[in-house]
């Protein structure tokens, strides 16, 4: 059975205190792990996709990683306008046109000033 | 960027009341959209998916009588609880991708409280 699993589930940080996100996956066929940030009371908003182990990608003060298990969302030096609850998802299925996403639990972060 | 509207972005109704949520693609076809539901501090439940044309795919334990799928052109899908009861409050939020499937990134509407009284 295809899994998603997030760590830790709340993280809460100083503002420049840099960490990382967990989303460790056993899944059948991998067709893209994505990540998305989701503020309360809206929907999810698209971060990044990683398709290949060792694949990395770059957004102001994030950076996504992914290993043949597991994918790091890092946060360095995060600032309050980064507090969000954070989504990874593996694309499943038969083939990337017909393949959907599995969701993990989330970790909703706060960052403090 | 790709925008999603979902409307309306909440609803209040009585128990028995048929309540209808639509999804738009703004800028792009959507081929494929779907229907997730989210229940406070939990993650995305996919319900259903619905090719353009096409009868909607329903996830396992999804009743589908309950929540009746139509996406009839590629711009636009809707969602219609049927006989909703406070058990069907949740917050529903519709998603849309293009031809190229995962592929590319799938954009989320930003949802739609629905409260049975």
């Known amino acids: 059975e295809d899994q998603v699993t997030q760590s830790p589930e709340a993280l809460r940080l100083q503002e420049g205190e840099s960490s990382s996100l967990n989303c460790s996956y056993t899944v059948s066929g991998l067709r893209g792990l994505f990540w998305y940030r989701q503020d309360p009371g809206k929907g999810p908003e698209f971060l990044f996709t990683?398709?290949?182990a060792g694949e990395e990608k770059e957004k102001e003060r994030l950076k996504a990683t992914l290993t043949k298990k597991e994918s790091f969302l890092h946060i360095t030096a995060p600032k309050p306008e980064d507090s969000a609850t954070y989504l990874c998802?593996?694309?499943?299925?038969?083939?990337?046109?017909?393949?959907?996403?599995?969701f993990g639990q989330g970790t909703t972060l706060q960052v403090k000033p | 960027g790709a925008v999603v509207s979902q409307h309306p972005s909440w609803v209040i109704c009585k128990s028995g009341t048929s309540v209808k949520i639509e999804c738009r693609s703004l800028?792009?076809?959507?081929?494929?959209m779907f229907w997730y539901r989210q229940f406070p501090k939990q993650s995305l439940m996919l319900m259903a998916t619905s090719n353009e044309g096409s009868k909607a795919t329903y996830e396992q334990g999804v009743e589908k009588d309950k929540f009746l799928i139509n996406h009839a052109s590629l711009t636009l899908s809707t969602l219609t609880v049927t006989s909703a009861h406070p058990e069907d409050s949740s917050f529903y939020i519709c998603?849309?991708?293009?031809?190229?499937?995962?592929?590319?990134?799938?954009?989320f509407g930003d949802g739609t409280r629905l409260s049975i009284l």
């Open positions: 800028d792009f076809q959507a081929t494929t």
């Open positions: 998603s849309a991708r293009d031809f190229l499937g995962l592929k590319r990134p799938q954009h």
């Open positions: 990683l398709y290949s």
């Open positions: 998802a593996v694309g499943v299925g038969g083939s990337s046109n017909t393949g959907k996403l599995i």
